[in-house]
């Protein structure tokens, strides 16, 4: 049998599923597979019902054993939730105050409409404060997939509100996010962040784990991590991740 990381941690859109999107059926029962042999987390700057409604919701065959070796880290890890065997409960959460929040929505508005970045009719909300993050969705939380994919593929849409976001807001942390996506959270947190206080609440060392990512590019959101010097491994899309945990002999 293939000897398994101690912990294996994943970004989840474009990793795990397609953005926005539930866990293929092939994915679901890979992911549950792995769970039975070692621990696993996910880390994205999704929020936690988009962890609950594109992996937990699909996960009907994992044992509540398994259940406990899970770790989510929604909003980069600014919140991190475990399984007590009966009900998922919340390790810590570091919220953003009404002014970092109100500061984040009010510059992420005016430069989108500045750089000619803010669209007039879009699926859902543009602006959404998720707590600990608050996230531009430049076509709305609920685009499809391929409209997403299609508005800025090289990352310069992104990188121009970026940096005009971080401009305004010294005090706070402004990344790219998903493919339409900039997030907005407390300085100093990013993946890494959240990878660093896993090891700390696991007691795995970072170079025994492995993580799993879509944008481990330089300037993408999981470039932190493999910059933290944990293992990591590309994909692109979760066809590579299928393939990458059946090589593992799952």
Excluded at 12 to 23: G, N, Q, W
Excluded at 135 to 151: I, M, N, Y
Excluded at 221 to 248: C, F, I, K, M, R
Aim: charged share 25%; net charge negative; with cysteine.
């Amino acid at each position: 049998m293939t000897s398994l990381p101690r912990l294996v941690a994943f970004d989840l859109d474009d990793t795990l599923a397609p953005s926005k999107s539930a866990l293929d059926p092939r994915m679901a029962e890979l992911f549950v597979a792995l769970l039975e042999r070692t621990s696993v987390c996910i880390i994205s700057g999704g929020q936690i019902v988009q962890f609950q409604n594109q992996v937990l919701d699909r996960l009907g065959a994992a044992s509540p054993e398994a259940l406990g070796r899970l770790h989510l880290m929604p909003t980069c890890g600014t919140r991190y939730d475990r399984f007590d065997g009966t009900a998922w409960v919340t390790v810590y959460k570091h919220d953003l105050t009404d002014d970092q929040k109100a500061r984040a929505m009010g510059a992420l508005e005016t430069e989108a409409k500045r750089l000619g970045l803010w669209a007039d009719d879009t699926w859902g909300p543009i602006l959404e404060d998720r707590g600990s993050q608050i996230t531009f969705s430049a076509l709305g939380q609920a685009a499809p997939v391929a409209e997403k994919t299609a508005w800025d593929p090289d990352g310069a849409k992104k990188e121009s509100l970026r940096a005009a976001v971080q401009a305004l807001l010294p005090d706070l942390e402004v990344r790219s996010g998903g493919s339409t996506s900039v997030d907005i959270t407390m300085a100093g947190v990013d993946k890494a962040f959240g990878m660093t206080r896993l090891a700390e609440h696991t007691g795995i060392p970072l170079d025994e784990m492995v993580f799993v990512g879509d944008r481990l590019d330089e300037g993408g959101n999981d470039y932190p991590v493999l910059a933290l010097g944990v293992p990591s491994v590309a994909v692109h899309g979760w066809q590579d991740t299928a393939a990458y945990l059946e090589s593992l002999g799952l």
